[in-house]
């Protein structure tokens, strides 16, 4: 369900032709050095292929067109390795519709204070030619991202990889479709908002459809194919009874595995990769679907329930950018549940009815089958766990009526204080940065919804870039927040 595109990023070295074939040749092999060093790099994760130097207003608006048309280019990365005169990009820059990174390198890591002369200065003129090629984009307000540094540095190079993941989820978002079963629930505000506006600034297509057209998907499921996939429940997760009767409890976990298959046939069949529901509008499904969520979530789908279709595309969004991450430790929907205010233990328990991603579970799985003590069906047959611990983002995606507004939090995620034995869902507990009663206070001011998209996997910076190339608001909470 993750697979994406083999993406591709275009290197471009900038530069003039008033040096000389040598000199721009020097500039070429020196690019071709560059992108070797790069594709070799753990921390690039995309392959980098180097274009022709960028050298005349054709040739600029030229490459860049053909950027725009090649469906496998996620981006231009340029260099100006010499002074390149920004007036000259005018064109391609009106043009260009991909994401731009200006990675501010230089070839040579020092000075060559023995041997440096007018030939070399020449040559290796990025401090000067950088500031030119960065100026023109200031000048005709087109957001693009600067990476400094030089370019066997990890930290340069780590920074280009996250940006490419960036680069990848602007490419990816129109991508994004969302199918809702049911509408939003009665009176929500939150969770609610323009879905228009939504794809013309997202490219996020939303639509709505009755949940009963989905049941005959369900119904559908062959008893051999729900026998097939409950046994691989039952290897895969610890089972609690919770003194029910093994063929009773059973039949509560067959019914999400036919949801599971079902829910994913209706998805593949019409071309979504993220959904909605709400638990007040069944209509002929038997329970919730609770394990069968939790299971597509991991798969790569993004949800949300209650009818919230922002967050799942924000889901969805992150499983794209973090998608192939070594070491990933998950992107998830949480939803704000209830506050630990005990001086030096605060913090926010994070949960959901039972639609808990498994992705962020730290340790052992239990499947369970416990009342909802919410709406009108069976227990639903779901997954238990705590979540993992350290360092993540936590964003909402708002409308405040004429824009949109993505808020993003720095979060640390903690080891809950004890174990909550009556608690039948999956939790994460996490403290806002800088605090619990300035991150939720500054949360709240800013409109921020109770559900959430999580990650561990990617930094503010990255949601920041995304969100300004996506022409919508940022909003960040951290530790310098006051
Ligand atoms: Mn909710």
């Known amino acids: 369900m993750l697979e994406i595109k083999k993406y591709k990023f275009w290197f471009c070295p900038c530069t003039q032709d008033l040096y000389g074939d040598e000199v721009l040749a020097h500039v070429h092999e020196h690019a071709v050095e560059v992108a070797a060093a790069l594709n070799a790099s753990d921390l690039v994760p995309y392959e980098v292929v180097v274009k022709p130097n960028l050298l005349t207003n054709d040739v600029i608006q030229s490459t860049f067109r053909a950027a725009d048309m090649d469906d496998e280019c996620a981006g231009i990365i340029t260099w100006a390795h010499t002074f390149s005169p920004s007036k000259s990009y005018i064109h391609g820059l009106q043009d260009l519709r991909k994401p731009l990174c200006q990675f501010a390198t230089q070839y040579n890591e020092e000075i060559p204070y023995d041997s440096i002369d007018m030939d070399f200065m020449n040559e290796n003129q990025a401090a000067h030619g950088e500031r030119e090629f960065g100026h023109i984009f200031a000048r005709m307000r087109i957001n693009h991202k600067v990476v400094f540094g030089f370019w066997k540095d990890p930290e340069a190079q780590a ?3 996250q940006w490419m993941r960036v680069a990848v989820g602007i490419n990816e978002s129109r991508n994004i479709r969302v199918c809702r079963f049911a509408d939003t629930m009665r009176n929500v505000a939150v969770t609610d908002g323009d879905k228009v506006e939504a794809e013309v600034k997202l490219g996020w297509t939303v639509d709505a459809w009755p949940v009963n057209d989905l049941v005959p998907y369900v119904d559908a499921v062959t008893d051999a194919e729900v026998k097939e996939l409950t046994d691989e429940y039952y290897d895969t997760y610890e089972l609690v009874l919770d003194g029910r009767d093994p063929e ?3 039949r509560h976990v067959e019914v999400q595995a036919a949801q599971e298959i ?17 638990f007040g509008d069944l209509g002929g499904l038997k329970q919730l679907p609770s394990l069968a969520i939790q299971r597509l979530m991991a798969k790569g789908y993004g949800f949300g329930p209650e009818g919230d279709w922002k967050t799942p595309a924000m889901v969805r969004l992150m499983k794209i950018m973090t998608a192939g991450m070594k070491d990933a430790k998950g992107s998830a929907l949480m939803e704000d549940y209830t506050y630990n205010l ?3 233990k605060e913090g926010i328990l994070e949960s959901h009815m039972s639609e808990v991603d498994p992705s962020v579970a730290e340790g052992r799985i239990a499947l369970r089958a416990t009342p909802l003590s919410m709406g009108e069906r069976e227990d639903p047959a779901r997954l238990i766990f705590t979540g993992k611990t350290g360092p993540a983002i936590a964003t909402s995606l708002v409308d405040l009526g004429n824009r949109f507004r993505l808020i993003i939090q720095d979060i640390d995620c903690k080891p ?6 009556m608690l039948p869902t999956g939790t994460v507990f996490w403290e806002p940065r800088p605090n619990l009663k300035v991150g939720t206070t500054a949360w709240i001011y800013a409109g921020g ?5 999580m990650s561990f996997d990617l930094s503010a910076d990255q949601m920041v870039d995304w969100a300004e190339s996506m022409d919508i608001e940022p909003v960040v909470i951290d530790a310098n927040t006051n």
């Not at 079902?262 to 709400?278: K, Q």
């Not at 809950?416 to 034995?421: A, Q, R």
Request: proline fraction near 5%.
């Open 159 to 161: 920074e280009l990889g």
């Open 248 to 250: 009773e409890f059973r």
């Open 262 to 278: 079902g829910i994913e046939r209706f998805l593949v069949e019409h071309g979504y990769n993220a959904f909605s529901d709400h």
């Open 342 to 344: 005990v001086k030096g």
């Open 416 to 421: 809950v204080e004890k174990p909550m034995p």
């Open 449 to 453: 919804a109770h559900h959430t998209a």
